[in-house]
Nanobody, 120 residues
Framework: QVQLQESGPGLVKPSQTLSLTCTVS??????????WSWIRQPPGKGLEWMGA???????YYSPSLKSRTSISKDTSKNQFSLQLSSVTPEDAGVYYC????????????WGQGTQVTVSA
Protein backbone atom coordinates (compact mmCIF):
# COMPACT_ATOMS: atom_id res chain seq x y z
CA GLN A 1 0.00 0.00 0.00
CA VAL A 2 0.99 3.58 -0.52
CA GLN A 3 2.16 5.61 2.42
CA LEU A 4 2.92 9.30 2.55
CA GLN A 5 4.83 11.06 5.27
CA GLU A 6 5.20 14.81 5.68
CA SER A 7 8.32 16.22 7.23
CA GLY A 8 9.75 19.63 7.90
CA PRO A 9 9.90 22.29 10.57
CA GLY A 10 6.72 22.88 12.49
CA LEU A 11 7.57 26.48 13.21
CA VAL A 12 8.30 29.21 10.70
CA LYS A 13 8.71 32.92 11.20
CA PRO A 14 6.58 35.47 9.37
CA SER A 15 7.97 36.46 5.97
CA GLN A 16 10.08 33.30 5.79
CA THR A 17 9.59 30.37 3.46
CA LEU A 18 7.87 27.22 4.63
CA SER A 19 9.50 24.08 3.29
CA LEU A 20 7.89 20.67 3.67
CA THR A 21 8.74 17.33 2.15
CA CYS A 22 6.50 14.37 1.45
CA THR A 23 8.16 10.99 1.33
CA VAL A 24 6.22 8.36 -0.59
CA SER A 25 6.58 4.63 -0.11
CA UNK A 26 4.76 1.77 -1.78
CA UNK A 27 4.32 3.70 -5.00
CA UNK A 28 6.28 5.86 -7.38
CA UNK A 29 5.58 9.55 -7.82
CA UNK A 30 6.25 9.04 -11.52
CA UNK A 31 3.75 6.22 -11.99
CA UNK A 32 0.99 6.74 -14.53
CA UNK A 33 -2.20 8.65 -13.77
CA UNK A 34 -1.46 9.83 -10.27
CA UNK A 35 -1.19 13.35 -8.95
CA TRP A 36 0.58 14.38 -5.80
CA SER A 37 -0.92 17.28 -3.94
CA TRP A 38 -0.41 19.54 -1.00
CA ILE A 39 -3.49 20.43 1.00
CA ARG A 40 -3.75 22.49 4.14
CA GLN A 41 -6.34 23.13 6.81
CA PRO A 42 -6.21 26.31 8.88
CA PRO A 43 -7.62 26.07 12.39
CA GLY A 44 -11.40 25.95 12.32
CA LYS A 45 -11.55 25.99 8.54
CA GLY A 46 -11.93 23.53 5.74
CA LEU A 47 -9.36 21.89 3.55
CA GLU A 48 -7.61 24.06 1.00
CA TRP A 49 -5.94 22.54 -2.00
CA MET A 50 -2.65 24.28 -2.67
CA GLY A 51 -1.18 22.59 -5.68
CA ALA A 52 -0.39 19.32 -7.37
CA UNK A 53 2.53 17.62 -9.00
CA UNK A 54 1.35 15.45 -11.87
CA UNK A 55 3.03 12.25 -12.93
CA UNK A 56 3.99 14.17 -16.03
CA UNK A 57 3.64 17.70 -17.31
CA UNK A 58 3.48 21.02 -15.56
CA UNK A 59 2.42 21.58 -11.99
CA TYR A 60 -0.97 22.90 -10.96
CA TYR A 61 -1.46 25.59 -8.35
CA SER A 62 -4.33 27.22 -6.58
CA PRO A 63 -4.82 30.66 -8.14
CA SER A 64 -4.81 32.29 -4.72
CA LEU A 65 -1.46 30.77 -3.80
CA LYS A 66 0.28 30.39 -7.12
CA SER A 67 2.44 33.47 -6.76
CA ARG A 68 4.20 32.13 -3.68
CA THR A 69 3.86 28.36 -3.97
CA SER A 70 6.30 25.96 -5.53
CA ILE A 71 6.17 22.18 -5.68
CA SER A 72 9.19 20.17 -6.68
CA LYS A 73 10.18 16.53 -6.80
CA ASP A 74 13.14 14.33 -6.19
CA THR A 75 12.50 11.11 -8.05
CA SER A 76 15.63 9.45 -6.71
CA LYS A 77 14.19 9.73 -3.20
CA ASN A 78 10.56 9.36 -4.25
CA GLN A 79 9.79 12.67 -2.59
CA PHE A 80 8.01 15.85 -3.46
CA SER A 81 8.28 19.12 -1.61
CA LEU A 82 6.36 22.28 -0.94
CA GLN A 83 7.78 25.76 -0.64
CA LEU A 84 5.47 28.54 0.48
CA SER A 85 7.13 31.91 0.58
CA SER A 86 6.33 35.05 2.56
CA VAL A 87 4.29 33.24 5.16
CA THR A 88 1.90 35.04 7.48
CA PRO A 89 -0.06 33.84 10.51
CA GLU A 90 -2.90 33.02 8.11
CA ASP A 91 -0.71 30.28 6.67
CA ALA A 92 -0.70 28.35 9.93
CA GLY A 93 -2.48 25.04 10.07
CA VAL A 94 -2.11 21.38 9.31
CA TYR A 95 -0.43 20.56 6.03
CA TYR A 96 -1.05 17.31 4.22
CA CYS A 97 0.37 15.61 1.22
CA UNK A 98 -1.95 13.29 -0.66
CA UNK A 99 -2.39 11.25 -3.80
CA UNK A 100 -5.25 11.45 -6.27
CA UNK A 101 -6.12 9.84 -9.57
CA UNK A 102 -6.50 13.18 -11.28
CA UNK A 103 -6.06 16.87 -10.68
CA UNK A 104 -8.77 18.23 -8.36
CA UNK A 105 -10.24 14.79 -7.74
CA UNK A 106 -10.62 12.74 -4.57
CA UNK A 107 -7.63 11.46 -2.67
CA UNK A 108 -7.05 7.82 -1.92
CA UNK A 109 -3.97 8.21 0.24
CA TRP A 110 -3.03 10.92 2.69
CA GLY A 111 -0.14 11.66 4.93
CA GLN A 112 -0.89 12.05 8.60
CA GLY A 113 -0.49 15.81 8.37
CA THR A 114 1.99 18.08 10.01
CA GLN A 115 1.22 21.10 12.13
CA VAL A 116 2.76 24.36 11.01
CA THR A 117 2.88 27.34 13.30
CA VAL A 118 3.78 30.81 12.11
CA SER A 119 5.28 32.84 14.91
CA ALA A 120 8.13 35.23 15.43
Amino acid sequence: QVQLQESGPGLVKPSQTLSLTCTVSGGSITSNHYYWSWIRQPPGKGLEWMGALPYEGSNYYSPSLKSRTSISKDTSKNQFSLQLSSVTPEDAGVYYCARSGGVLTSYDYWGQGTQVTVSA
